[in-house]
């Protein structure tokens, strides 16, 4: 069936490194993304999102990527910060009418000092 | 001050009870949310109220009702409790129902079904 997912559900790095978290997807329709990260015990906070018609948006320290040949998102993190520490999650919308997000399962980020 | 906030917290009840969960934000948003997140972090949304009409009802078992009083609540009722619906649920809102619109979570309520 058709979903949203990530390769790597925990992601180690070093405080000061560049992180990438991937995401691949499967529906060539959505044409918009999200990324969300949770920290424990909260809900998902948005951080960024790119349109299907952009390939790059950047943010403040985080920049996404969206190759829709090979239908993969990412999400990089600059200097990587132990306030980082948190799940991730791309989300796609989907659907016509009245859209829905589907979120993919999640990475867990751990930022080491 | 809490944009959207969530009633219980934490929620532990037996199989076969009837439980509600609440949510209130004070962002003059007009587009309110349900999500269900699994214990592997899974996160899918349920229903979407849109100034308080059900506008997205996904196969959630009829067990489950949320009602809408008005555009700045929506709360979930839950009758028959089941082992498997132990789950975080999240509220969420957003200002329409473009899904571009931002859209605001809740910190959840754990719920627990022994």
């Known amino acids: 069936g058709e979903s949203v997912g990530l390769h790597l559900p925990t992601l180690s790095v070093q405080e000061g490194d560049n992180s990438i978290i991937n995401c691949a997807y499967s529906?060539?329709?959505?044409?918009?993304f999200i990324w969300y990260k949770q920290e424990s015990g909260k809900g998902p906070q948005f951080i960024i999102d790119?349109?299907?018609?952009?390939d790059k948006r950047q943010g403040q320290r985080v920049t996404v990527l969206l190759n829709k040949t090979v239908k993969h998102l990412s999400l990089q993190i600059a200097a990587t910060q132990p306030g980082d520490s948190a799940v991730y999650f791309c989300a796609e919308s989907r659907g016509t009418g009245f859209q829905k997000l589907v979120f993919g399962t999640g990475t867990r980020l751990l930022v080491s000092p | 001050d809490t944009a959207v906030s969530q009633t219980p917290k934490y929620l532990v009840t037996q199989m076969g009870n009837d439980k509600s969960i609440k949510c209130e934000q004070n962002l003059g948003h007009d587009t309110m949310y349900w999500y269900k997140q699994d214990s592997k972090k899974f996160l899918k949304i349920m229903f979407s109220?849109?100034?308080?009409?059900?506008?997205i009802n996904e196969t959630v078992p009829n067990r489950f009702s949320p009602k809408s009083p008005d555009k700045a609540h929506l709360n979930l009722h839950i009758n028959s409790l089941e082992l498997g619906d132990s789950a975080v649920y999240f509220c969420?809102?957003?200002?329409?129902?473009?899904?571009?619109?931002?859209?605001?979570f809740g910190p959840g309520t754990r719920l627990t079904v022994l």
């Open positions: 109220y849109n100034n308080k009409e059900l506008i």
């Open positions: 790119i349109r299907s018609n952009m």
């Open positions: 969420a809102s957003s200002q329409g129902t473009w899904v571009r619109n931002e859209q605001f």
């Open positions: 529906n060539s329709a959505s044409d918009y």
